[in-house]
Every structure is written in structure tokens, then in C-alpha cells.
């Protein structure tokens, strides 16, 4: 079944670290913007087309009024034939939520929230530019709590600037005590062109063997937490995986509203190009085509060996890929720790993530050549 992704390019302040299509805004911009959303979901409906998944991510579509949240949701409802026990998740900045705003997102639907904690230590938030401090990470998990939403995920950063072993641990500590029912924990990468790509954050920030070390602590302390490591970045109590984010990884189609959404509709990749000012003035969001026949053996592969589950040996041979040869190639991955291989399935492991580009791009290769 279908998903369908909200992007919600605002935020109170840009992060040092970030690189993602946002910008600050006006409460009157915000409103402008989510009447382009709505204009835009009712052209794209009306096709008897069934989601059981709804993402707002951004940006910050916390700063969404409730008012402006639940027009949001009417118009997709109205559109599309969204099943009733769909998972609709809003990502939230902690310092734009209160409780009156939560109850209003429970009420227009929501039933999953994904807060960007991003630390227990106010000194490292303070380090990143967010604006809120643990604290109010925790207030605004309990507010939401309160609210009637009880899946709640946390988000979590690795590798940030003066970022050390014990300090990630006590962060760990700090952010399950929130009681989250899911977490996703992500290495800090420092982009081009974003106000941390300087020398001075540059050596402020862990080294890579050090962000490797935090990576790997992370897992076995979430693991003995309860939570199950299900992709490379992602963690969850039994049951509670993001419906949504499996999709990208599992090839289910999704449509993307907003500037630089993408979607994955009908066996073709498309995107909205990252234009705020173009997606609220034009009748219609433009469209470009990313890729207008991707290739589903690569595709498999790439995207499948991200779970932890990984692929099955049986469909690779089904989309023409061939199981001997990759056998053959994963060997010395498996032989050096990085890959595990068990009846008909082939994953990586927790060593395996670490270097998973390298080892994806290696197996995707030689099924190519063949
Ligand atoms: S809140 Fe998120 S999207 Fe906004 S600037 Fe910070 S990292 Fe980027």
C-alpha cells in the first residue's frame, strides 16, 4: 500500500550541521505553505488510490498549527482512500510542542510522533544550535504522552563536536528514560557548505574510528535495553518499526508533497526540485523525474541489505541476479565479520553497517558485470 510524505520546509533556527531544504518563516509563510500542500494533494487524488502510512517530516512540521496540521490531513483523507488504522507520524522539534498543540495533532490523527532529541547533554545541543535543551526533550515527550501519543521515537546523534564515549552513554541513558517506543541514531556528517564544514568544528569533532567505537557501544546498549536494531540508524520496542521508513527500504511506492519530496510511484523515482518560494506561487508543484526505470536488482540489493534482516537469496535470483556469484563475492565479507549468511538470507552485520556503502556497492557491482 501506498505512503505519503509531508515536507514541511521551516524551522525556528537552522542548525550548524544542517543541510536538508528549510528555512525560517513567518506563521503567515507557514499557512501560505500549507494551502500549497492541500492545493496540491487534491490535484494528486481522487484516483481511489489506498495510503496507509503518512509521514510529515522536515524542516520542523511541528511548527504546523494544529489548525493547519488537521486542514493538512482533511485534504489527504478527502484524496485518498487513507486506511483506518494508517500510521501517521509528525517529527517535532521539543521546543515548539506544547500540550494544547499535541492534543490537536491527536485529535486531527496522529498517532506516531519522532522527536529530534538529538543528546541528553545541553552543552552538546547547545554545540549543534538546537534551540531546546533536554529538559524540554522531556517535557515534550511527556506532553505528548499526556496527549494520547504513546509511540513515541527519539532521534539521536553520534559524533558531535567534543562528543565522547561516556558522554554518549550518559545521553543513552538520558533519552531511554523517556520511555520512547522507537529510536534512530545517526553519525553526524559534516556537509559541504553548512556552517560546520570549517576547520574548527572539523577538529572538534570525534574521529572516525572513535564515531565507529560510539556506533557500535550504541547498538549493544540498546539491545540490552529492548531495543531491536531493524536498519542500519534504526531501533524499536517489538512491533513498533516505522511502517513509513520500511517502505523506503522494502521498494513500496510513496508519493512526496512539498519541495524536495520524493516519491516512488508507478516504477519510477521522482522529486520535487528544492524551490520553497516556486512550491507556494505555483498552481502546482513541478515534478522532475529522478529516474524513469530503476533498476530492481540494484535497488534490492541496496536498499535490502540496509535491514537487518537483509535480502533472500531466492528473490535476487528472481530479478535476475545471480546467487552463486554472490555468494562467492560476500565470502570475504562474511569471513571478516561483516556479513552473516543463513538459509536463504544474506545481512549485515553490526560491523557490516559500519562500512556498508563499500560493501553494497562491491556486491551490487560484480551482479552487474554478469
Ligand atoms: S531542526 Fe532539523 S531540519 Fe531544521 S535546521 Fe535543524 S537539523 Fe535542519
Same mark, same amino acid.
Given at each position: 500500500?501506498?505512503?505519503?510524505?509531508?515536507?514541511?520546509?521551516?524551522?525556528?533556527?537552522?542548525?550548524?550541521?544542517?543541510?536538508?531544504?528549510?528555512?525560517? @518563516?513567518? !506563521?503567515?509563510? +507557514? /499557512?501560505?505553505?500549507?494551502?500549497?500542500? *492541500?492545493?496540491?494533494?487534491?490535484? %494528486?487524488? =481522487? &484516483?481511489?488510490?489506498?495510503?496507509?502510512?503518512?509521514?510529515?517530516?522536515?524542516?520542523?512540521?511541528?511548527?504546523?498549527?494544529?489548525?493547519?496540521?488537521?486542514?493538512?490531513?482533511?485534504?489527504?483523507?478527502?484524496?485518498?482512500?487513507?486506511?483506518?488504522?494508517?500510521?501517521?507520524?509528525?517529527?517535532?522539534?521539543?521546543?515548539?510542542?506544547?500540550?494544547?498543540?499535541?492534543?490537536?495533532?491527536?485529535? @486531527?490523527? !496522529?498517532?506516531? +510522533? /519522532?522527536?529530534?532529541?538529538?543528546?541528553? *547533554?545541553?552543552?552538546?545541543?547547545? %554545540?549543534? =544550535? &538546537?534551540?531546546?535543551?533536554?529538559?524540554?526533550?522531556?517535557?515534550?515527550?511527556?506532553?505528548?504522552?499526556?496527549?494520547?501519543?504513546?509511540?513515541?521515537?527519539?532521534?539521536?546523534?553520534?559524533?558531535?563536536?567534543?562528543?565522547?564515549?561516556?558522554?554518549?552513554?550518559?545521553?543513552?541513558?538520558?533519552?531511554?528514560?523517556?520511555?520512547?517506543?522507537?529510536?534512530?541514531?545517526?553519525?553526524?556528517?559534516?556537509?559541504?557548505?553548512?556552517?560546520?564544514?570549517?576547520?574548527?568544528?572539523?577538529?572538534?569533532?570525534?574521529?572516525?574510528?572513535?564515531?565507529?567505537?560510539?556506533?557500535?557501544?550504541?547498538?549493544?546498549?540498546?539491545?540490552?535495553?529492548?531495543?531491536?536494531?531493524?536498519?542500519?540508524?534504526?531501533?524499536?520496542?517489538?512491533?513498533?518499526?516505522?511502517?513509513?521508513?520500511?517502505?523506503?527500504?522494502?521498494?513500496?511506492?510513496?508519493?512526496?508533497?512539498?519541495?524536495?519530496?520524493?516519491?516512488?510511484?508507478?516504477?519510477?523515482?521522482?522529486?520535487?526540485?528544492?524551490?520553497?518560494?516556486?512550491?507556494?506561487?505555483?498552481?502546482?508543484?513541478?515534478?522532475?523525474?529522478?529516474?524513469?526505470?530503476?533498476?530492481?536488482?540494484?535497488?534490492?540489493?541496496?536498499?535490502?541489505?540496509?535491514?537487518?534482516?537483509?535480502?533472500?537469496?531466492?528473490?535476487?535470483?528472481?530479478?535476475?541476479?545471480?546467487?552463486?556469484?554472490?555468494?562467492?563475492?560476500?565470502?570475504?565479507?562474511?569471513?571478516?565479520?561483516?556479513?552473516?549468511?543463513?538459509?536463504?538470507?544474506?545481512?549485515?552485520?553490526?560491523?557490516?553497517?559500519?562500512?556498508?556503502?563499500?560493501?553494497?556497492?562491491?556486491?551490487?557491482?560484480?551482479?552487474?558485470?554478469?
Amino acid at each position: 500500500m501506498l505512503g505519503i510524505y509531508i515536507h514541511v520546509p521551516f524551522c525556528v533556527k537552522r542548525c550548524g550541521y544542517c543541510a536538508f531544504c528549510s528555512s525560517v @518563516a513567518s !506563521a503567515s509563510e +507557514i /499557512s501560505r505553505y500549507s494551502a500549497a500542500l *492541500i492545493r496540491n494533494i487534491r490535484a %494528486a487524488g =481522487g &484516483r481511489g488510490l489506498c495510503a496507509d502510512t503518512v509521514y510529515f517530516g522536515g524542516g520542523t512540521p511541528s511548527l504546523l498549527s494544529g489548525r493547519d496540521f488537521s486542514a493538512i490531513l482533511s485534504a489527504l483523507r478527502e484524496s485518498f482512500d487513507i486506511s483506518p488504522g494508517a500510521e501517521i507520524t509528525v517529527e517535532a522539534n521539543p521546543e515548539t510542542v506544547d500540550f494544547s498543540k499535541l492534543a490537536e495533532y491527536k485529535s @486531527a490523527g !496522529a498517532n506516531r +510522533i /519522532s522527536f529530534g532529541v538529538q543528546s541528553g *547533554i545541553d552543552k552538546e545541543l547547545s %554545540a549543534l =544550535g &538546537r534551540v531546546h535543551d533536554f529538559k524540554k526533550a522531556a517535557e515534550a515527550v511527556s506532553a505528548a504522552r499526556s496527549a494520547g501519543i504513546t509511540n513515541i521515537s527519539c532521534d539521536l546523534m553520534l559524533g558531535i563536536p567534543r562528543q565522547t564515549l561516556p558522554s554518549l552513554a550518559e545521553s543513552i541513558d538520558s533519552v531511554c528514560s523517556l520511555g520512547m517506543t522507537h529510536l534512530s541514531a545517526y553519525m553526524l556528517k559534516i556537509e559541504e557548505g553548512t556552517a560546520f564544514d570549517c576547520p574548527e568544528v572539523r577538529a572538534l569533532a570525534p574521529d572516525d574510528d572513535t564515531v565507529a567505537d560510539m556506533y557500535l557501544y550504541a547498538v549493544k546498549a540498546l539491545s540490552e535495553r529492548g531495543f531491536k536494531q531493524y536498519e542500519i540508524s534504526n531501533f524499536s520496542r517489538p512491533g513498533f518499526e516505522s511502517r513509513h521508513n520500511l517502505k523506503y527500504w522494502t521498494g513500496e511506492p510513496y508519493l512526496g508533497f512539498g519541495p524536495s519530496a520524493h516519491s516512488f510511484f508507478g516504477g519510477k523515482r521522482f522529486f520535487v526540485p528544492p524551490d520553497i518560494k516556486a512550491f507556494i506561487e505555483s498552481p502546482l508543484q513541478e515534478t522532475a523525474l529522478e529516474d524513469a526505470s530503476p533498476d530492481p536488482l540494484e535497488e534490492y540489493i541496496l536498499l535490502g541489505l540496509r535491514l537487518s534482516g537483509g535480502i533472500s537469496l531466492e528473490k535476487l535470483s528472481s530479478l535476475g541476479g545471480s546467487k552463486e556469484r554472490f555468494l562467492k563475492d560476500a565470502e570475504p565479507f562474511v569471513s571478516a565479520g561483516m556479513m552473516k549468511l543463513s538459509g536463504d538470507s544474506a545481512a549485515l552485520t553490526t560491523k557490516g553497517f559500519l562500512v556498508s556503502n563499500g560493501v553494497i556497492f562491491a556486491l551490487i557491482d560484480s551482479q552487474s558485470e554478469i
